[in-house]
């Protein structure tokens, strides 16, 4: 079976940090893009980060630009999303997910619930207080 397990959630104050990892298993791990949603209560899923199989192509979106940093290290099957300078606008249960498209990921980040991707993963949550 596919399984993505994320981890590295946690209580962090204003403007702190937290890596986040997706370790993914029962796939071809290089074969998949894999992006990085979250959702807060009373929300709908948001887009915030995915990287292509080999780590060629990133994308961000705007609120999290120049903030986060997706990274994926294939001999462990791990994605990990480095977050510095978190806000409370920023807390919600992050999830990781995969497909063999970058493109159709990328669009999936892009563009909220229009489209979907191929697995995913149960969620880490991410709290920051004020």
């Known amino acids: 079976e596919v399984q993505l397990q994320a981890s590295g959630g946690g209580l962090v104050q204003s403007g702190g940090s937290l890596r986040l990892s997706c370790t993914v298993s029962?796939?071809?791990?290089?074969?998949?893009?894999i992006g990085w949603f979250r959702r807060a209560p009373g929300k709908e899923r948001e887009g915030v980060s995915c990287?292509?199989?080999?780590?060629?192509?990133?994308f961000y979106t705007d609120f999290v630009k120049g903030r986060f940093t997706i990274s994926r290290d294939n001999n462990q099957n791990t994605v990990y999303l480095q977050m510095n300078s978190l806000n409370f606008e920023d807390t919600a249960v992050y999830f990781c997910?995969?497909?063999?498209?970058?493109?159709?990921?990328?669009?999936?980040?892009?563009?909220?619930?229009?489209?979907?991707?191929?697995?995913w993963g149960k969620g880490t949550q991410v709290t920051v207080s004020s």
């Open positions: 029962g796939l071809p791990f290089d074969d998949y893009a």
């Open positions: 990287i292509s199989s080999h780590s060629e192509n990133t």
């Open positions: 997910a995969a497909h063999r498209s970058y493109g159709h990921t990328m669009t999936v980040v892009g563009t909220g619930n229009k489209y979907d991707m191929a697995y």
